[in-house]
């Protein structure tokens, strides 16, 4: 059963993505429908996964590949991928949802669907694969999906790079690092003879003199996906040119697996001394990052490149929350992965009713929406208090802990620091709700309601953002037992 | 059943034999294209079933400890040839490159006239390439890559009513001659120093004159392999050729001599770590100059001549650290690429030539619309792109993770600039190849006719198979691999 329904996660979408290109003619109206219920099934076959793993089971598949080279195939799935699966078929069946609403249904929209569901197997792929090669296979085919939707799908805003330019500068960027992270594999690889994972659980063998190499491919390379400055050069454009269900895909689950990849390579096969050397600098980093993505979301006129420019801001957060190397910290960078996959999706979505519901997107010519679209108001509300860290919402309790984790390694000075510049992330989203909710309605501005299919997907995340807040308890669990299992055992 | 020397000559012998035959076939019975297709696929068939019987009996031959069957000619000439394992290797991709090209051509070249020289040189240009990698002595190897050479040289300027066809040609004749004359000044000076044609030789101390033999030689296949600089016939051989005649060459016949080039140097006894360096050396202007220029090319073959160029680079500097490092999977891992290569750059070039046969595309942007006329090119197209870019699943990849998990095992500084050259360039290298993928999607400009066509069975069966075979060496590169460690390529 375990394993049937780690397979379904990955086959169900792919059958379903199967189908709907080569039913397109006749599957045109009932696309969406076919990819939110394979969605669904993921996101059902992630919680059956949940029951097994709390049973102690771990589902495993191992299938030999080059026997000559021993590579070997598999999946599984620890308390270290579960939090990120479940993250991202959530946000897959939302983003699907969303797309009811969002995407305009014509003769092309069966492989829109298709392709969506592409880019949920990359990641859920990439969280399941317990060996090299499959690892990186999804972590490529998540990049080829998610620029062929940019490249096809995407609205480019006039003036701005086109989407050819946009859809090749996001391949190019993250595939240097995909290959930083490629030579971080291989090195293992060669170390230890195989390139399971299973394997380097078991001990991975690797000379002392290889390991701050390996660390510093893979935190590169892991960077360029999480986007944090100055690795992050890809996301705004990527980000605004992609159609909104992609962008919420993008930002709320594919820039987690860049934190996914930190936790899974450097930090479970790497002790905390071995690290040592390495908290420093990240905690800068994300610092710088955390800050100058909310001096840019300041500094933007485009309503999605605000968001796009929290983006940076917020993985900034978790990259300083990792670079703590404590438990408190590092549990409080994945709860804030996903966290703020629920807020920044939230965010997304409002844009998306916003733009879907005005036709502008720019906030200069925005504002008062506040009368005129009172559930998208109370929603965006929701949202933007989040990410400002205002208690009882859900980031502030993983912003606690990051914190929390930034005085406990003794590096008073950037935590402070760090603490201080989320007054940044308070003033930039404050001021983009301001500017679009409150004040006078400009001239000519008509706003009609967003369709249901826009609406309950926002509301629903809407509501999770609070319940989470006020109660964190499970996820808290399950993040618990994955820090036990990182840095060579957590005191 | 044949055995032994007898099944050495055996494809070369049904390869030239076809040859003659085909061309009787055409002058006396019937001219006609489709007739001269089959008949060159059943021969490159038959040539096909002799080589897999001949690799079987030489893996026997190693399992058993013996020496590789053998064929000698007259005697104390020393001429020979030997069914080597990497030999094999690049001789079978060759043939079974050929059989795919003959079918191709059925309905490619359909439109042509003169066929009936057509497939006797595609014939001989196979032949020469088999009789040059099986060669034992510098005076068979020179001879056959000259009949490769000048075959080529012919059919790369076959639509002759074009000028720009009959100016590469011509190109491609006078470089081609100045590295096969060099050759065989080459072997010249060795055999005046040695006595000896052998291209194992055993010079304890060579003199002067063996030495420059030897260093004209390997100059004289370096040119031959595109080496940069001397690659410069190279784009305007291939992007003016027919794709057919592209595919071949590309493929697989700069790579064959290639594996020459890596046999004399190896044989004359060069010791390994040197010439290993020297590849490594060498290999990074290929890479460079290959995909810089690639990036800028609006014509499709020319920029997939210069992915060649520079492909042959990373070939290079893996094959270069196996030698200079002593990691024989290296080399296995290069001849892997270059198998890889085999399949998926015929692939791209055959995809063009059926949007060049129905629509006229000679230039990147003109490929705009192919997914809307041609469904079936647009997808296998775009599989050889991919692949070439290194995208898993496919073929590429596979060669990615062979080469670079191979060269990552030789810890040295110069092994991790290469490697940051090659990484750099696989990235540049996506910049061209993207966009060309993004364009086989692109609705046309409007006003532009878009009828579909069905692609035909001749043309849709050869690329099917590349296609599949650049797919199934990116999901289960296990069995090839296999196959050329059990040839032992890496031993030569």
């Known amino acids: 059963m375990t394993t049937v329904a780690m397979l379904a996660i990955l086959v169900v979408p792919a059958a379903m993505a199967a189908v709907l290109v080569v039913f397109r003619v006749r599957l045109r109206r009932a696309a969406g429908w076919c990819a939110g219920a394979a969605s669904l099934l993921t996101v059902v076959a992630s919680f059956v996964l949940l029951g097994d793993l709390n049973l102690g089971h771990e589902p495993v598949l191992v299938a030999s590949w080059v026997p000559s080279e021993s590579i070997v195939l598999g999946l599984h799935l620890d308390w270290i991928s579960f939090p990120f699966l479940l993250t991202e078929t959530i946000v897959t069946l939302v983003a699907i949802v969303y797309a009811w609403g969002y995407h305009h249904t ?43 939707l940019i490249l096809v799908w995407g609205d480019a805003p006039p003036g701005g790079p086109s989407r050819r330019a946009v859809t090749l500068k996001y391949f190019i960027i993250t595939h240097l690092g995909s290959l930083m992270v490629l030579i971080g594999l291989l090195t293992i690889y060669n170390a230890v003879g195989t390139d399971t994972f299973s394997a380097l659980r078991a001990g991975h063998g690797l000379p002392f003199e290889l390991i701050p190499m390996v660390t510093v491919f893979f935190l590169i390379g892991f960077s360029v996906k999480m986007a944090v400055f100055p690795l992050h050069i890809w996301l705004p454009d990527a980000h605004t040119v992609a159609p909104m269900p992609v962008t919420i895909m993008l930002a709320a689950a594919m820039l987690s697996m860049g934190t996914y990849g930190i936790l899974r390579f450097p930090f479970s096969l790497f002790t905390r001394e071995q690290l040592g050397g390495f908290a420093v600098p990240l905690m800068i980093v994300g610092i710088v990052s955390e800050i100058y993505g909310a001096l840019m979301a300041l500094a933007e006129e485009d309503t999605k490149r605000v968001v796009a420019y929290s983006s940076v801001s917020q993985m900034g957060y978790i990259l300083f929350g990792l670079g703590t190397l404590t438990q408190a910290g590092i549990a409080g960078a994945t709860l804030q992965v996903i966290y703020h996959a629920i807020v920044k999706a939230l965010l997304f979505m409002v844009v998306g009713l916003v733009v879907h519901g005005t036709g502008r997107r720019r906030l200069g010519e925005l504002g008062g929406l506040g009368k005129l679209m009172p ?117 | 059943m044949i055995t032994g020397p007898d099944l050495v000559i055996a494809p070369l012998a049904i390869l030239l034999g076809g040859a003659f035959a085909i061309y009787l076939v055409g002058r006396l019975v019937t001219a006609r294209n489709e007739v001269l297709a089959v008949l060159t696929s059943v021969v490159f068939a038959l040539a096909l079933a002799a080589l897999m019987t001949l690799t079987r009996q030489a893996l026997a031959a190693r399992a058993g400890g013996l020496p590789e069957p053998a ?81 080529a040289y012919v059919l790369v300027a076959f639509r002759r009513h074009t000028d720009t066809a009959v100016e590469a040609g011509f190109k491609y004749l006078i470089l081609g001659s100045a590295g096969t004359l060099t050759m065989l000044m080459g072997t010249a000076l060795i055999y005046r120093e040695t006595g000896s044609l052998a ?133 296995t891992a290069g001849f892997f690429l270059i198998a890889a290569h085999a399949a998926m750059k015929p692939l791209a070039f055959l995809c063009k030539g059926v949007c060049h046969l129905h629509y006229g595309a000679t230039l990147t942007g003109e ?102 075979i650049a797919l199934g060496m990116g999901l289960w590169p296990g069995p090839w691999m296999q196959w050329l460690a059990a040839l032992g390529v890496a031993g030569g």
Not at chain 1, 109 to 120: D, K, N, Q, R, T
Not at chain 2, 74 to 96: D, H, K, N
Not at chain 2, 120 to 146: I, K, Q
Request: charged share 10%.
């Open chain 1, 375 to 491: 559930v998208t108001a109370v929603c965006g509300a929701i949202g933007t208090l989040a990410i400002a860290g205002t208690p009882p919402l859900c980031l502030f309790d993983s912003e606690w802990m990051i914190f929390t984790g930034g005085f406990a390694s003794g590096h008073t000075v950037l935590a402070a620091v760090a603490v201080l510049g989320s007054l940044l992330t308070v003033a930039y989203a404050l001021w983009f709700y301001g500017r679009i909710f409150f004040g006078q309605v400009p001239e000519g501005l008509h706003a009609h309601r967003g369709p249901w299919a826009l609406l309950t997907p926002t509301v629903l995340l809407a509501t999770l953002a609070v319940v989470e807040g006020i109660f964190p308890a499970p996820v808290f669990v399950w993040v618990s037992k994955q820090v036990a299992l990182l840095l060579g055992g957590m005191p």
């Open chain 1, 106 to 148: 014509d003769e092309r929209s069966p492989l829109f669907y298709a392709l969506l569901l592409v880019f949920g197997i990359g990641m859920s792929g990439t969280t399941l694969a317990d060996d090299m090669v499959l690892f990186y296979t999804f972590w490529e085919l998540m990049l080829v999906a998610s620029a062929v």
């Open chain 2, 71 to 151: 064929w000698t000619g007259s005697e104390g000439a020393g001429a020979g040839l030997q069914a080597r394992g990497g030999g094999l290797s690049i001789a079978t991709i060759a043939v079974a490159l050929g059989l795919c090209v003959s079918i191709y051509c059925g309905r490619y070249l359909a439109l042509d006239r003169r066929q009936k020289v057509t497939y006797p040189l595609l014939l001989l240009l196979v032949a020469g390439l088999v009789g040059m990698v099986m060669a034992t002595d510098l005076f068979s190897l020179y001879l056959f890559c000259e009949l490769m050479s000048v075959t």
């Open chain 2, 199 to 331: 291209i194992e030789q055993t010079i304890s101390a060579p003199g002067p004159w063996a030495r420059i033999g030897l260093a004209a030689l390997l100059a004289g296949l370096g040119v031959k392999s595109a080496f940069v600089p001397a690659h410069t016939w190279l784009p305007d051989a291939y992007g003016r050729a027919p794709s057919s005649v592209s595919a071949m060459l590309s493929g697989i016949a700069i790579e064959s001599t290639f594996y020459a080039w890596l046999r004399v140097g190896l044989g004359a006894g060069f010791p390994a770590a040197q010439l290993g360096m020297l590849l490594m050396v060498v290999s990074v202007p290929n890479m460079v100059v290959g995909n810089g220029l690639a990036l800028v090319q609006r014509h499709t073959k020319r920029m997939l001549a210069y992915s060649t160029i520079a492909h042959m680079g990373y070939t290079m500097f893996t094959v270069g650290v196996g030698l200079r490092f002593g990691i024989p999977d290296a080399v």
């Open chain 2, 367 to 468: 490929l705009r619309g192919t997914w809307q006329r041609t469904p079936l090119v647009a997808v296998l197209f775009t599989v050889a792109l991919v692949s070439l870019a290194g995208i898993p699943p496919l073929a590429g990849f596979a060669g990615k993770w062979f080469i670079l998990g191979q060269i990552l095992r030789a810890r040295h500084w110069m092994v991790y600039a290469g490697l940051a050259i090659l990484l750099a360039n696989t990235v540049l290298s996506l910049a061209y190849y993207l966009p060309v993928v993004a364009l086989l999607y692109t609705a046309p400009p409007p006003g532009t006719e878009l009828d579909q066509r069905r692609t035909s069975g001749w043309m849709a069966v050869p690329l099917g198979a590349l296609g599949i």
